[in-house]
């Protein structure tokens, strides 16, 4: 079964307006990472936050975790076209876990011009 | 440039027949992985292998086969045995001890005919 989950499936916003994908997870972890794809391509590291860590900056890029609730938010601010893909939490199996990630089915976002 | 890379791109197979997917990377990795993609899903751990000549079965693992003879190479075979093996295959690696950031590649996008 999938450890993480985003939350909404499909987001469309206009450009400029900011974009927030929610991801949850049911048992503890070392880390939390999210990974953008564009169609039919492969997926790219945006930001890894550990599970001492509350809140993490990238650019444009806001990730927060709560691991009392297992979560965990990646907002995107100012948004652009190029934004457009899919965005996936993945979640490792804690502690004394073999180097395996497992993902969530994603959000989709649309950013429109 | 380093990276990884995976051919071909798009491959089509007839059904009874075995296809092998490469995965290249001279990230110098110790861990590459070996993942499925359906539409609009998320992504399903087939194979990983963290040191040459060892690998360990993901969640999906019954119908593939792989190997892992060279530090750089981790080639998958897609066997006759797997019911539905048209789908989005993605290759990954990692550097770390733990589940730390994965490396895709572009992905192979298999069609049985």
């Known amino acids: 079964s999938q450890q993480g989950e985003e939350d909404p499936q499909a987001l469309s916003i206009q450009e400029g307006e900011n974009a927030t994908m929610n991801c949850s997870y049911k048992?503890?972890?070392?880390?939390l990472q999210w990974y953008r794809q564009n169609s039919g391509r492969g997926l790219v590291h945006l930001i890894l936050?550990?599970?001492?860590?509350r809140e993490k900056h990238s650019g444009r890029l806001r990730v927060t975790l709560d691991t009392s609730k297992k979560s965990s938010s990646l907002l995107i601010t100012a948004s652009r076209a190029a934004d457009t893909a899919s965005y996936f939490c993945a979640t490792d199996a804690g502690p004394g876990s073999a180097r395996q990630l497992t993902f969530g089915s994603g959000t989709q976002l649309t950013v429109l011009p | 440039d380093g990276g990884i890379t995976q051919s071909p791109k798009y491959l089509f197979r007839k059904e009874g027949q075995n296809v092998t997917l490469s995965c290249e990377q001279n990230?110098?990795?110790?861990?590459m992985y070996w993942y499925r993609q359906d539409p609009g899903q998320g992504l399903r751990l087939i194979y990983y292998s963290q040191i040459v000549n060892d690998f360990q079965k993901g969640d999906i693992a019954e119908g593939y086969s792989v190997s892992r003879e060279k530090k750089e190479s981790f080639p998958l075979t897609v066997t006759s045995a797997q019911k539905n093996p048209t789908a989005f295959y993605l290759c990954?690696?990692?550097?770390?001890?733990?589940?730390?950031?994965?490396?895709f590649g572009p992905g192979t996008r298999l069609t049985v005919l």
């Open positions: 990230l110098n990795h110790d861990a």
């Open positions: 048992t503890s972890i070392n880390n």
């Open positions: 990954a690696s990692t550097r770390g001890l733990v589940a730390d950031t994965q490396y």
């Open positions: 936050i550990r599970s001492n860590e």
